[in-house]
């Protein structure tokens, strides 16, 4: 048995996927000077390629293959083939998913795009490219990417949310993903609901089979639910956010209840992780009148006498998930 202190097994998940990816920070002047980062998303990839100042040298996109895995490895090398023949020069390459990989294993695991479960990814993708790659879960992309040159460039921990179709967290500490002993850290979607009143209890099933994550309450697809449950009606998420707007008071409950859903998870990652901001992406981050709403009802949820900490959207917007997949090479 070895040394638990000296054995890469045995060492933490970021510990371990430092001391295994550090010995080819050397091989990163051998591929090229620019950073190539692809956003893995369910229905779309798209690749960008950076300077080291951050500015865009090449940017493609393209439909994400639903044919099988296979056709999406090799939908990943026409993405970097594009990028580096535009841009005239190779580059690194950082690829954000949905899910995350084992830190021991690189075996990927709870991905909502599930023909990426269980397949070595990173070494797949290395094959094909002849290169190396790192990957991090698309929510820590956007939490890379908003610490480097967006809302969080001036903070040392970085608390990136995606209030999108669900809800999904990342973090950065010192502009580099914190991904965890596990590899999953900040994976606020799929723990439950905090606070949970009586008529929330047990919670809505989740796609993963648990009952009650936040993935079903505090995103788009929670308010489309909330609203079809309270009125049997289909609405879109942003339908119903322009009849709050409007004064429609079903709508306006059901932001309300929205709102208040999203104050208790940073009230919980407060008491938790006490970040230095926390930084909004994804759809339901453009409805502005939550960042004046939220310290209010947050402050309500917290173990403390106030809340000061910074809620910003995401300077990037769309773009932080890409930008921060080819910043994971940044070091």
């Known amino acids: 048995m070895g040394d638990p202190f000296r054995d890469p097994v045995r060492l933490g998940g970021d510990v371990l996927l430092d001391r295994l990816t550090k010995k080819r920070d050397a091989e990163f002047q051998e591929v090229g000077g620019m950073y190539l980062g692809i956003d893995w998303g369910g229905t779309k990839m798209e690749v960008i390629a950076l300077d080291r100042d951050g500015k865009t040298r090449a940017r493609h996109r393209i439909a994400t293959p639903t044919s099988g895995y296979d056709d999406c490895i090799r939908a990943v090398l026409e993405l970097v083939t594009a990028a580096e023949q535009t841009a005239g020069e190779t580059g690194s390459i950082g690829i954000g998913i949905p899910g995350s990989p084992n830190p021991r294993t690189g075996i990927v695991r709870n991905s909502n795009a599930v023909l990426l479960n269980g397949r070595p990814l990173g070494r797949d993708l290395e094959a094909a490219l002849g290169r190396p ?138 008491n938790v992780v006490d970040p230095d901001v926390f930084v909004l992406g994804g759809g339901m981050s453009n409805v502005d009148e939550i960042y004046d709403e939220l310290p209010g009802l947050i402050v309500n949820y917290l173990f403390g006498d106030s809340f000061e900490t910074p809620i910003r959207k995401a300077v990037h917007g769309d773009s932080s998930g890409v930008r921060g997949a080819a910043w994971l090479w940044k070091d």
Not at 222 to 245: F, H, M, N, Q, S
């Open 133 to 270: 790659v790192r990957l991090a879960n698309d929510a820590n992309c956007l939490a890379v990417s908003e610490a480097v040159d967006g809302a969080g460039r001036h903070e040392n921990i970085v608390f990136g949310i995606i209030v999108g179709t669900g809800h999904g967290g990342g973090l950065a500490i010192g502009k580099h993903v914190h991904a965890g002993y596990q590899g999953v850290a900040a994976e606020v979607g799929h723990y439950p609901l905090p606070w949970m009143t009586p008529q929330e209890y047990p919670g809505h099933k989740c796609w993963c089979g648990k009952h009650g994550c936040l993935d079903m309450y505090a995103c788009g697809t929670g308010v489309e639910l909330d609203y079809r449950l309270t009125t049997g009606i289909d609405r879109r998420g942003r339908d119903i956010i322009a009849d709050k707007r409007a004064g429609d008071p079903v709508a306006t409950q059901v932001y309300g209840r929205f709102v208040d859903r999203l104050a208790r998870s940073l009230a919980l990652l407060t």
